[in-house]
């Protein structure tokens, strides 16, 4: 059985702690864990983490998947949480589907390069701050934010983005998203950008993406898809598809008076 030792600040006092004693708890310890995921009968059942402090007992690199299908979890507050070393942080929170509160003003991630999904189906989340993250070296930013349904503005101004390569999905079905910045993103190593809008149904104009470099784009299918309350688009007419092998649907479903060029008309 897996088990989860924490030490209680108030009472300064260890204890060792039995799946079923988290159940509808408040979490606040700090942790020593033989595993970097929550095991998924205490994840199932946890609804706040109000302080973590990082202390596994070796120095993990890999946090994907932490707390996947963390159903009750309605707030996590992460800002003593500051792992120095980990690279991956893709579906981190992956299904948290009542999240509605993260603090992740402390996190680190100057080394991260898998962010793939981080916060995918995270559909409760109505605010979210990563104003913090350094992404300099990402290069996997795939469904990053997909079907994170609530959020009706991304602040993506600090974003580096020259490394990286994926971003199929990343906004896919944030049906509630009425503003985004994406004025900071280098997509020059961007090989897949597929379904990055699909389904961003409330969105009247797309960020003013005409200087994005996509001469390494090799599919950009259903980019917009289903955008069905777009009034207007940047210009694409000088995008770069040499590479590209699929750019079809690409607006399928949006306002046929769009200015779509003729070479995305797929």
């Not at 104003?131 to 974003?159: E, V």
């Not at 999905?169 to 090989?191: A, E, I, Q």
């Not at 306002?255 to 797929?266: A, Q």
Request: net charge positive; aromatic share 10%.
């Amino acid at each position: 059985m897996s088990l989860i030792f924490a030490k209680y600040m108030l009472i300064k006092e260890e204890k060792r702690i039995n799946k079923k004693d988290l159940i509808n708890e408040k979490f606040e310890c700090d942790i020593f864990i033989n595993e970097q995921k929550f095991p998924d009968k205490i994840c199932s059942k946890l609804m706040e983490i109000n302080r973590i402090t990082y202390l596994f007992k070796r120095n993990y690199t890999d946090l994907s998947n932490m707390f996947e299908n963390c159903s009750c979890l309605l707030s996590i507050d992460l800002s003593n949480f500051t792992p120095r070393n980990v690279t991956n942080i893709s579906y981190m929170f992956y299904n948290c589907v009542n999240l509605s509160k993260i603090n992740l003003s402390n996190f680190n991630t100057n080394l991260v390069r898998n962010m793939a999904g981080i916060f995918n189906n995270c559909q409760s989340l109505i605010n979210l701050d990563i104003s913090s993250f350094n992404t300099n070296l990402a290069n996997n930013m795939m469904g990053m934010f997909s079907n994170c349904s609530s959020l009706a503005s991304i602040d993506l101004k600090n974003f580096s983005t020259q490394n990286v390569t994926h971003m199929t999905g990343m906004f896919h079905g944030c049906k509630n998203l009425v503003k985004l910045d994406l004025s900071s993103f280098d997509t020059t190593n961007v090989s897949y950008m597929n379904g990055m809008f699909y389904n961003c149904y409330s969105l009247k104009s797309l960020p003013d993406i005409s200087g994005w470099n996509t001469s390494s784009v090799k599919d950009m299918a259903s980019l917009c898809e289903k955008c069905t309350s777009l009034e207007s688009i940047p210009d694409l007419s000088k995008w770069n598809a040499a590479a590209a092998t699929d750019v079809s649907s690409m607006f399928d479903g949006c306002s046929k008076k769009l200015n779509v060029p003729e070479k995305f008309k797929k």
